[in-house]
């Protein structure tokens, strides 16, 4: 069952530990929610769906990241999506790109 609740910083401070990671999901912005891990550690992720994959992107730890912060940042991603563009494809294809030791290697 997920969790559903207008995030903000009294319920993201208040949030309990667990003994496995657990997330709110934010009723403003679709995808956006925190994830409270069992160290009692707190970020902000953003779940969606690019090219029929489910993908999670992780926006930033809370509190260097506000809940305001990150509501902004996730409805320019969902903008981006929506356009078309995965913002982990970008990520994935400089993992996959040649370094120095694989051209040595040849």
Do not use: H
């Not at 999901?25 to 690019?50: H, K, N, Q, W």
């Not at 995965?86 to 290697?105: C, K, N, Y």
Request: glycine share 6%.
């Amino acid at each position: 069952m997920r969790n559903r609740e207008r995030l903000t910083e009294k319920l993201v401070r208040a949030a309990e530990r667990r003994v496995k990671a657990w997330q709110i999901f934010d009723t403003e912005v679709l995808g956006l929610s925190i994830c409270i891990y069992p160290s009692g550690g707190r970020s902000f992720m953003f779940d969606y769906r690019a090219a029929g994959r489910q993908r999670r992107l992780t926006i930033g730890r809370w509190p260097e990241w506000n809940v305001t912060a990150a509501r902004e940042r996730a409805k320019a991603l969902r903008r981006v999506i929506d356009s078309g563009l995965d913002p982990l494809s970008e990520r994935e294809e400089i993992r996959e790109a040649p370094r120095f030791p694989d051209l040595v290697d040849r």
